[in-house]
C-alpha cells in the first residue's frame, strides 16, 4: 500500500519553478531517502506534503488524504521534525512529551503511559524533570524523534535529522528509524550524509526541481557505475544550474 503518492507535484514562485512536474509513490513502511544539493527544491515538496504548501499543480495524496483539500487531515496523520529538534529547551523533557501528546489527540491516560514507556525506552527516566536545553544533542534528537512518532502516525517526516552530531550518535539515531519502520511507519528523510542514504531503501536525488534518479541504493550505484552513494550524488548534482 502507497503512502505517499504524486503525479506531477509542481510549485511556482513567480516566473520560477521550485519543483517541477515531479512523480514518485512510496510504501507503508519503507525508508524513503529524499536527496538534493541546497536549492534542489527539496524543503518545497516536503513542504507541500506536509500540507503546509499548496502546489501550483499536479496531484498528490498523503496517507490517502489530498495536499489541496485535506491538509488539516494530513497534519494529524503524519509526524514531522527538523534539525532544528522541534522541542520546546524551557520545558522539562516529560513537559514535551505531554505538550506534543497532547497537540497529536493522545488521551490524559495515554499520555501518561506513553511518557513513561518513552522515557524507558530512551533511558531518560532520570532526566525527567531535566529542560531539554540541558540535555546532549544526541539525546534531544532521539528524543524529538520519538515525539515525532508518539501517535504512530502513518508517515514520518524527517528533514535533516541528524545534523551535527557525531556518527556514533547518527547510528543510534538510525536505529529508532528502522524500529518505527518495522511498525509500519513510512519514513520520507532527507540528508546531506551520502552513508546515511544507504540505509533507505529507496532514494531520489533532485536536481534543479526535477527527480533525476529513483531507486534502491544499490541499483543507482550500478547504474552510475559508483563505489558509494556519495559518487551517485555529485555524479548528478554537477548538473545543477541554480544555486541555493
Request: with cysteine.
Amino acid at each position: 500500500m502507497n503512502v505517499i503518492e504524486t503525479e506531477n507535484l509542481t510549485k511556482r514562485f513567480g516566473n520560477f519553478t521550485a519543483v517541477d512536474h515531479i512523480s514518485f509513490t512510496v510504501g507503508e513502511g519503507e525508508i524513503f531517502g529524499f536527496l538534493g544539493a541546497n536549492g534542489a527544491g527539496k524543503t518545497t515538496a516536503m513542504r507541500m506534503l506536509c500540507g503546509l504548501s499548496v502546489p501550483t499543480s499536479g496531484e498528490a495524496h498523503v496517507a490517502g488524504f489530498d495536499v489541496y483539500r485535506e491538509t488539516e487531515s494530513i497534519k494529524k496523520h503524519i509526524g514531522y521534525m527538523s534539525q532544528k529538534f522541534s522541542l520546546y529547551g524551557d520545558l522539562k523533557v516529560w513537559e514535551n512529551i505531554r505538550l506534543f501528546g497532547g497537540i497529536y489527540g493522545l488521551s490524559g491516560k495515554q499520555l501518561a503511559a506513553k511518557t513513561d514507556e518513552l522515557l524507558r525506552v530512551l533511558s531518560l527516566e532520570s532526566e525527567r524533570n531535566t529542560l531539554v536545553d540541558a540535555l546532549p544533542l544526541g539525546w534531544k534528537q532521539k528524543l524529538a524523534f520519538s515525539v515525532a512518532v508518539l501517535h504512530e502516525p502513518r508517515v514520518v517526516f524527517l528533514d535533516e535529522p541528524t545534523g551535527g552530531v557525531d556518527p556514533v550518535t547518527r547510528r543510534q539515531f538510525w536505529e529508532l528509524i528502522y524500529q518505527a519502520a518495522e511498525r509500519g511507519i513510512t519514513v520520507f528523510v532527507t540528508t546531506h550524509y551520502m552513508d546515511e542514504a544507504e540505509y533507505c531503501n529507496r532514494v531520489s536525488i533532485m536536481v534543479d526541481g526535477k527527480i533525476e534518479a529513483l531507486d534502491s541504493p544499490q541499483a543507482l550505484k550500478s547504474t552510475f557505475q559508483a563505489k558509494n552513494m556519495n559518487e551517485v550524488f555529485h555524479a548528478l548534482a554537477r548538473k545543477a544550474k541554480r544555486g541555493e
